[in-house]
């Protein structure tokens, strides 16, 4: 009897110990420094466990005052599953799970409800959710955001700023019904105000839903006075030579239908968030909403200094014990220049996001980091799961490059009406010198 | 006292440089954010590296300082109406400029001494310094209609460095000619621009109209004339050269429109996208060539061989108005994954030189045939393009980023092409003879370059071959280092003198540093 309860109690312990993510374990309040770093081991990706244990980061653990999954139902509303069985993929396009064409006016989820343990292609339709979720909030203008270059012991060394706009045409609740018969994704746009040399320099791109249809991309050039054609294929070149690649915006900016994607685990994880209460979030009228400008300020290294880690550190953001996934993911194109990618990302908001890089060569390289950020209106009507830091740290070279967007200072506007002939060759005069 | 404002000048520019260290950036004057500043100040050295020759003038050795250019540019930007996706929309933009070029103060005494070499008609303060007005204009838009009037340059067709539907506004080449880059040369005109977006019209995707137009009676502005003496003029004989030194050097008139509306230039374009991938653009437009023809004219008082038979003689260079009609077209193919450009225009009766007519006084005195008649030939030219750009990985030099290569090939046709067509610029020793003119000319260009360093650092070499036989290498390197940025260039021309080989004594490393804020 006794040796049964003991053999017992032991299969008990063992199934806890090889069931857990790890032995770690933190609480919200505690600082993860070099001295303690092993309590955070399998709750972060190497680098960032790396950062911890060279002085260069500390996590400040935290806990979220709200639930990040209920700003995302209420985003949504009853389109987080309405969608169930609605669609389905083809050859990694969202086509219409009944008559196999491709799908148009696609609002909210497309695939809620997935089983990734059982679902080949759950982690496509993750992605996918991810993208849509996006879409809903309809066109989004950013009069201002920076890209800044960031040395890991100089500090700030360059900046930049510039203006984007997006136009939405499929996942925008707004175009439902509008034809689309080129059957267009999505208008971008954005423009270089400073400095001085690159002013004017701006970029307009227009995406099909097709998979196999690539971007019309047209870069206007302060140096030739003209809008040019670009080939739309280089999309893991770095944005004006900094840290981040084009594709790296949002966490993934590229057609999702570019990769191949697989969930390999569900855990929990550590993850980046700018704060433990939402941030304002305004109602312009009529649907649109707008990010208050007045939102926390994130405090980088090089602005404090007393800090001695690195310069790029985010000091004061939190990082929050989340369900999330562990995604390995690689570019379909052979010359793309990332190798494996592999996400750790919030499996219910799909918006904070870890983004382990690998060179072609399999070895590691660089860390880009997404923080979420959440917003709600004062009276608590609306609410959204967005997300604010940006951070590409290459390791090699010590820098980084931060996609500043959704921060103080700035505001995103989401929802709003906006010309769409602006998206085209004419209207792309209108933002060139 | 012209040296210690000059010193006061450079004091005052290296403390502005060092106070404005840190992260360039521009001001916002008011806390809406709808006022900016930008601006940059910038100086330029230039080292000849090799002796001049041939008509150049004036003569200079190698390692010689043969410009060294100060200009600063402040720009306003002011959105005057809040950003308002439905409404009008309505902005102004301000751009100032200030040059000073130092050579012809304290540069090598060649320069200094220009007025003894010069002619009398030149006003060399014109090249020395300048302050305008620079760009001026503002913004309306509405919806699908978009105007922008007031002083601006405006940039048409698809070539890189050589222009053929790219012909608007005209080009400053007298502080570097093929060496500058094309937009730092543009001068902007007065000029009103409309465009309208008809958004999809059948098949065409992004249905666009625009127009310009330069009010004759306003703007009169032309490519100025680089005369003798000044670093980057054309290598022209002085008149002693060809005749002997007991003629002394003839002026030359500068012949330009007068302010009237017959003298207007405009143009319009379609463009749009067929396919979701080809673009295309078709336009028509008048304008004032760059470089003008010459014509020299005599008065003839008697025909006695040896003798020069006029009491004067007068080089004319005449600017007039030129038709063009052409197209464009670009495309990306995604198996190569090329960009791939092209463009062609149709030139109607461009003036040409030939020199028994336009240069009869002075073919005459080197025993051409004798000719009172004035003329101007002129021809109808095709000029076309070909190019493709390509961001190719080159990992083991860049694992980071992708070189951008771009090619181009450059054709001309000419219609009734005969043999006596020539280049204006004629051959040392003797200056009697011209470099002809091909009734088909090709041209290659090539450029490469990739950014290291985020962007800190980026190499980058352009190629010109003329297959006359006439190279240009031109390599150099941009550094970033806010708020300053550096360039430091070498430009080497070699090979026959013909089209941009004349140039081929003007050999250069070039340093500029700029000031961004």
Redesign the interface.
Known sequence: MKIRYFNMLLTLFLFMALGSASFADVSPGDVIDKRNWQTVQGMVPDSILNWVKEGRIVLNVGKLNYSPLEFVKNDLGDLYSKNKGKYALKDAEIVDAKTGQIALDVLGYPFPGFDWKEDPDAALKFMYNRLYMQGYWGNV?I??WQLQ?ISEDKG????A?ASYYQYVIDGNPRMVGQPN??QLQRHQMFKF?????I?GTAQMSTR?ISAT??D???GFL?????A???????RS??I????AVIDDAWGYDGKIAAFDWKIVKEQEMLLPYHSEDPQLLLHLGSGIYQTSAKMKKIVWGYEDSGWSGAKWAPLNMIWVKRPGYIIESKSKDP?Y?YGTIILWIDAETGMGMLKIIY??AGKYWKTFLVGGCDFATEDGKKKMAIYSLQLAIDDR?K?A?NINGVATGNTYTMG??????IF????F??FC? | MKNKLLVMGILAFVATLLLGLG????VWLNKE?TI?M???LQTRVSVSTEDTTGFTYPQVDAWEVVQHRNIA?V?FNHQLKN?D??GV?LQYHLLGRFMYEGIYDYGPEEYRNLPDIIPAETDIDDFRKDADLWEGYV?I?K??L?LRIGRQ?????ET?LFRIL?NINPLDNTYGGIFE???DR?IPLDMLRA???F??VGPI??F???GYWVPGFIEDTVAPWPPQGTRYSFPLPLTSDLLGPTFTNYGYELVEPEKKMEDSRFGIRH???LF??I?YTLAFMRTIPDVPIPRFTADFASVTPGVPPFASMNRELIYDTLDIFGASV???E?FT???F?MEAAFFDDEPVFIPSENAAPIAFLLGGPFATERSVPKRDIVRYMVGL???Q?I?FLN????FFISLQYFGQYMKDHSDDIAVAVPLPPAGATYPKVKEIEHTFTGLISS??????L?PQLSVVYDVRGTWMFQPQVNF????F?LMLQYSTISGERTSFGHFKDRDQLTTIL?Y??
């Not at chain 2, 970033?480 to 708020?483: A, E, I, L, S, V």
Request: no cysteine; hydrophobic share 25%; proline share 8%.
């Open positions: 203008d009069p201002t270059f700030l060394i360059r900046e700023e018969p080129q105000h400073t400095p001085f040399d002013a099909f249809q690539q019309l991309l047209f302060p140096s030739i006075r003209r040019r054609r670009l080939t739309p294929a280089n070149d770095p004006l030579g900094g840290d010359y220049n060179d072609r070279s820098r490059s709003g009406n906006m010309d769409p002939s085209s060759l004419g209207g005069a209108k010198k | 992260p360039a950036g521009a954010k900016e930008k601006g940059k540019y720009e950003h996706w439905s929309n913004d838009s919806n699908k978009f340059n405006l940039a048409w067709g890189d790219d880059d094309l937009d543009r465009n309208y977006d958004g999809n995707y992004s666009t109209l625009e463009t749009g996208i979701d991938n673009n670009n495309f990306y995604s994954d090329l960009v450009r750009d390509k961001f990985w990992r694992p980071n980023s992708t950014p290291y360093r985020q962007g800190a980026e970033k280092f806010d708020p940025r700029t961004v804020f």
